[in-house]
Nanobody, 126 residues
Framework: QVQLVESGGGLVQAGGSLRLSCAASGRTFSRHGMGWFRQAPGKEGVIVAAISWSDGSTYYTDSVKGRFTISRDNAKNTVYLQMNSLKPEDTAVYYC???????????????????WGQGTQVTVSS
């Protein structure tokens, strides 16, 4: 089992930055693919970014390319989402997710993730 706890959300003005963190429990973190999803009010959850466990390959949804960066620190059992140049449309609850261990590639679909955090609110004011 992997437990995930997000932190770092908050209220920020448009153009500002936030860094989300997701701390994972357990000894297998380094072998889990990781992803960040977001869900805005009244909308379905969508993937924002993902990172593989094996070679650090990454994926970004088009709307955040060039603004967001996903990274991981296996020594700290933590995955990060650095968010720059934030826009009001980035407002959502952000969720961290982990795949099963040893799953190859970068997982970009919700069903590919087995473990979820509780979410952290990000609000971007205009």
């Amino acid at each position: 089992q992997v437990q995930l706890v997000e932190s770092g959300g908050g209220l920020v003005q448009a153009g500002g930055s936030l860094r989300l963190s997701c701390a994972a429990s357990g000894r297998t973190f380094s072998r889990h693919g990781m992803g960040w999803f977001r869900q805005a009010p009244g909308k379905e959850g969508v993937i924002v970014a993902a990172i593989s466990w094996s070679d650090g390959s990454t994926y970004y949804t088009d709307s955040v390319k060039g603004r967001f960066t996903i990274s991981r620190d296996n020594a700290k059992n933590t995955v990060y989402l650095q968010m720059n140049s934030l826009k009001p449309e980035d407002t959502a609850v952000y969720y961290c997710a982990a795949t099963r261990p040893n799953k190859l590639g970068v997982t970009t679909v919700r069903d590919g993730y087995d473990y979820w955090g509780q979410g952290t609110q990000v609000t971007v004011s205009s």
